[in-house]
């Protein structure tokens, strides 16, 4: 059974860091594209950032540039999200999502964790 | 940065009503669109990619449909379990995903 389980949400305050852990099981890290989608409370879906299988191409939406670094561990099978200089507008449920095999090869999320709740706020 | 709206952003329907759930891009995305299912609480569900390429395990009650710029989602006969929250998105370049439509029970 494929699963993601997200970790290392919580409280922080503004400008400060967080790293977030997508730990899966159920299937071979290494082969897919991973992401991180986020969720505002009560407002709708974000994607974040992706990465690649063997992290040589990284991509980010306009907001996180700069700030925010995806990366993964293969032989830990795990995908992190660093999160640097956090902003309120930042406070949302962070999901972890299976990507591709290839691009445009299936769905572009496909498997996604439960979540971790990131609040920024003083 | 291309722009994705649904339309209605609320839709009222019954068990049984057949349901289209409309999905426009402000420039052409050729077919470069997913759907997501979204009860509370829950994480999002795909069912459609490519526009119309149905996810396994999806009942085939759901649809999709369009290219360009105008996408649908069509739930053919609307059973308990389909009252949710869905998402487009489009994955082109820059991914992005639409405000969100909810069906709820009439």
């Known amino acids: 059974e494929v699963q993601l389980v997200e970790s290392g949400g919580g409280l922080v305050q503004p400008g400060g860091s967080l790293r977030l852990s997508c730990k899966v099981s159920g299937f071979s890290l290494s082969t897919y594209w991973m992401n991180w989608v986020r969720q505002a409370p009560g407002k709708g879906l974000e994607w974040v950032a992706n990465?690649?299988?063997?992290?040589?191409?990284?991509y980010y939406v306009d907001s996180v540039k700069g700030r925010f670094t995806i990366s993964r561990d293969n032989a830990k099978k795990s995908l992190y999200l660093q999160m640097n200089g956090l902003r309120a507008d930042d406070t949302a449920l962070y999901y972890c999502a299976r990507g591709w095999i290839a691009p445009a090869t299936g769905p572009p999320l496909h498997s996604w964790g439960q979540g971790t709740l990131v609040t920024v706020s003083s | 940065d291309i722009q994705m709206t649904q339309s209605p952003s609320t839709l009222s329907a019954s068990v049984g009503d057949r349901v289209t759930i409309t999905c426009r891009a402000s420039q052409s995305i050729n077919s470069w669109l997913a759907w997501y299912q979204q009860k509370p609480g829950k994480a999002p569900k795909v069912l459609i990619y490519?526009?119309?390429s149905l996810e396994s395990g999806v009942p085939s009650r759901f649809s999709g449909g369009g290219s360009g710029t105008e996408f649908t989602l069509t739930i053919s006969s609307l059973q308990p379990d389909d009252f949710a929250t869905y998402y487009c998105q489009r994955y082109n370049n820059n991914w992005s995903f639409g405000q969100g439509t909810k069906v709820e029970i009439k």
């Open positions: 490519k526009a119309s």
């Open positions: 990465i690649n299988q063997d992290g040589s191409q990284k």
